[in-house]
């Protein structure tokens, strides 16, 4: 699809955003990919670069865009062993352990779930990026479980969008500090940075929408084990939020509060021992983009949270 393509806005598609009259023009590009383009000084109206997706094309704009050849990968393909659920021509379902990287980043370049998939995948395309091929969602370094894995475009931009409207389930388990009154309820609270330390996020007035559901499955020795479902995707919201109502996620670094002070030293040593934030991807459900099968996929708690929520039960 590489090239100069030039579009002249109609009257029924003016005031739409520019993000997304390219989404309708532009078969086969994800919204992400269409944003990279913009970002990356592709996109021009009227001969002018475009400054963002959300500004508005008019009747009459002449909107070019520039699709550059695709990359090759640089990235080193690294066998590793996978967990895989799933797998058929589309998309990899796969249980994430804790402590693999997802994508390239600062320090990790070459030991990576990408590394690993494009071993795995020999045909697998550059699609969602050059350094992210076939990444539909992401889970953090430390947090397990279930994670999918598109195969082509067709696929990726299903996945991307069913992700975008809500319609993927996304079931998490954590254990946490103490026991939530009620035992269960609803988290409403906007997630955004951290106003004074930028790496973090944070419930702030000006966040964007975030919303969690959650329910007590077990408690014992101020630990309780809850199953989490967010209707929302913000950055760090299971552990934000649960930090917000003062029980953060055992073993998270970052939001971890002052609830543990109270726990034995017994159990404050097992938690020491587990070197994570306890959060796991349990259970995912989707329709598949090509067949349109409704598929679901569940990853039981592993062997490190079992350890630490037994040890708080006996």
Request: proline residues 6%; positive net charge.
């Amino acid at each position: 699809m590489e090239g100069t393509r030039s579009f002249v806005v109609t009257e029924k598609l003016s005031g739409t955003r520019l993000d997304r009259f390219l989404e309708t023009l532009l078969e086969g590009l994800s919204r992400s990919r269409i944003k990279a383009l913009i970002e990356e000084g592709r996109v021009k109206i009227q001969g002018e670069k475009a400054k963002k997706g959300g500004q508005r094309v008019r009747t009459g704009d002449v909107v070019e865009v520039t699709i550059p050849p695709p990359k090759t990968l640089e990235l080193v393909p690294v066998e590793m062993q996978l967990d895989i659920l799933y797998e058929d021509e589309h998309l990899l379902v796969l249980d994430k352990p804790a402590g693999l990287v997802v994508h390239p980043a600062p320090g990790h370049q070459n030991d990576t779930l990408v590394n690993a998939l494009l071993a795995h995948c020999k045909d697998l395309k550059g699609i969602g990026g050059a350094e992210r091929p076939g990444i539909v969602h992401r889970l953090d370094k430390d947090t397990s479980g279930v994670l999918v894995i598109a195969k082509d475009e067709e696929t990726h931009r299903g996945l991307v969008e069913q992700f975008k409207q809500r319609e993927v389930e996304k079931v998490y388990l954590a254990l946490i500090y103490g026991t939530p009154h009620p035992s269960k309820g609803t988290i409403r609270a906007p997630i955004g940075r951290h106003p004074i330390h930028r790496k973090k996020m944070a419930v702030v007035e000006k966040g964007r929408e975030a919303l969690t559901c959650y329910r007590v499955l077990a408690s014992g020795k101020g630990i309780s084990l809850v199953e989490v479902k967010i209707e929302t995707g913000r950055t760090h919201q299971i552990r934000v939020h649960m930090h917000h109502i003062g029980h953060p996620v055992v073993g998270d670094p970052v939001y971890k509060g002052k609830s543990f002070r109270h726990l034995s030293p017994s159990l404050k040593e097992t938690i020491k021992a587990l070197g994570r934030q306890a959060l796991h991807h349990h259970r995912m459900r989707f329709t598949h983009p090509v067949t349109g099968e409704e598929m679901t996929f569940v990853s039981p708690l592993p062997k490190d949270m079992l350890n630490v929520l037994g040890k708080a039960k006996s």
